[in-house]
Nanobody, 125 residues
Framework: QVELVESGGGLVQAGGSLRLSCAAS????SVWSMRWYRRSPGAQRE???????????NYGDSVKGRCTISRDDAKNTVYLQMNSLKPDDTAVYYC???????????????????WGQGTHVTVSS
């Protein structure tokens, strides 16, 4: 069983900062790309940022220059530092990761995509 648990969301004033965390736990063999998505009210889900195992990062146009994604592989954790927050950043933020689970007795196990339950970020004007 693999689980992603986000934390760090909350209410912040425009111009403020938040740091989101997402920890993967359970029977894990390896963690590959990790990502943050968000869904604003009435909008489609959008990719906020992603980071590969070699540290290559990618950002959505709406957050470029304001957000930094990072990972700690020793902790199977991905972070999203968000600065200069705007009311438009208000959304539920979801962690997503490509993980190969550790299944006793099985040598070859396919990678699967896992999602966290989401953490709310509200930016007031």
């Amino acid at each position: 069983q693999v689980e992603l648990v986000e934390s760090g969301g909350g209410l912040v004033q425009a111009g403020g900062s938040l740091r989101l965390s997402c920890a993967a736990s359970g029977s894990i063999r390896s963690v590959w790309s990790m990502r943050w998505y968000r869904r604003s009210p009435g909008a489609q889900r959008e990719l906020v940022a992603s980071v590969t195992t070699d540290g290559t990062t990618n950002y959505g146009d709406s957050v470029k220059g304001r957000c930094t994604i990072s990972r700690d592989d020793a902790k199977n954790t991905v972070y999203l530092q968000m600065n200069s927050l705007k009311p438009d950043d208000t959304a539920v933020y979801y962690c997503n990761a490509d993980i190969v689970p550790l299944i006793p007795g099985l040598i070859k196990v396919s990678m699967s995509e896992y999602w966290g339950q989401g953490t709310h970020v509200t930016v007031s004007s």
